[in-house]
């Protein structure tokens, strides 16, 4: 991907909308004073789209009335994408096409219509669940995660934010299996382990919601996505 500059991107996708998802999940108040929130019980007629946005904003959105599928969505390509694309000749702006693994996307005429402008389509494999996994326990011991490295030669870490935390952990854990690796989020940026296990995360995340400073809540934001990418195949929460 690297080979291609964000201006050669499109992206498209399908979306929808009804009556409940066009509400707020969230919002704001006063401090000391609760937030009002209104719900609508009825869901009412959702109403799907088909949309292809690039780095300057949302191009083309076409509105469907039924299901889509992959009728629909070569109507699509034909009349709302591909005026808006160039041919791919390494520099081109709208030359390299987007789009997630669905199977609507998979219909030969569509990939014909973008081979044949001269672009290049690129999917989006979705995760592989046999191989790529989260799991979130109430506690999860070393010995958990020892039994996870039994009979490969996989790698484990387990991430603290601080070097004191470090500390304690293997007071508290004398015996801890040597293939386990201890370290701060901070010291594993640019490194990635099989299986990584990020003790108390979900107090962690939730501790942004008492950040005042715009700055600081990026910084810890930042550092819990270097926590939860760390992982190449299973990320352990707790």
């Known amino acids: 991907m690297s080979v291609y500059s964000s201006e050669m991107f499109v992206f498209l996708d399908e979306t929808g909308a009804d009556r409940i998802n066009t509400l707020r999940k969230y919002g704001y108040s006063l401090r000391g004073k609760p937030m009002r929130s209104y719900n609508v019980l009825m869901r009412g007629e959702r109403i799907p789209g088909i949309a292809c946005i690039s780095m300057a904003g949302l191009l083309d959105i076409m509105i469907v009335h039924g299901t889509t599928d992959g009728s629909t969505f070569y109507k699509f390509i034909q009349t709302h994408l591909l005026p808006h694309l160039m041919p791919f000749n390494g520099s081109n702006p709208h030359s390299v096409v987007v789009m997630d693994n669905c199977a609507i996307h ?118 819990c996505y270097v926590a939860l990418s760390r992982a190449k195949e299973t990320l352990l929460l707790d």
Request: proline share 4%; hydrophobic share 35%; net charge neutral.
């Open 106 to 223: 998979h219909v030969d005429s569509i990939v014909k219509s973008i081979n044949d402008e001269n672009l290049i389509p690129i999917d989006i494999q979705p995760i592989d669940n046999k191989k790529d996994k989260v799991i979130v326990k109430d506690l999860i011991t070393p010995g958990y995660i020892k039994t996870l490295l039994l009979g490969n030669n996989k790698t484990a870490c387990i991430l603290f934010r601080f070097n004191k935390e470090i500390k304690d952990f293997k007071y508290a854990e004398p015996d801890l299996d040597k293939r386990i690796k201890l370290s701060t989020i901070h010291a594993s940026k640019g490194l990635q382990y099989d299986i990584v296990h990020v003790p108390n995360y979900i107090f962690f995340r939730n501790a942004a919601n008492n950040i005042e400073s715009d700055d600081k809540f990026n910084e810890h934001m930042n550092l």
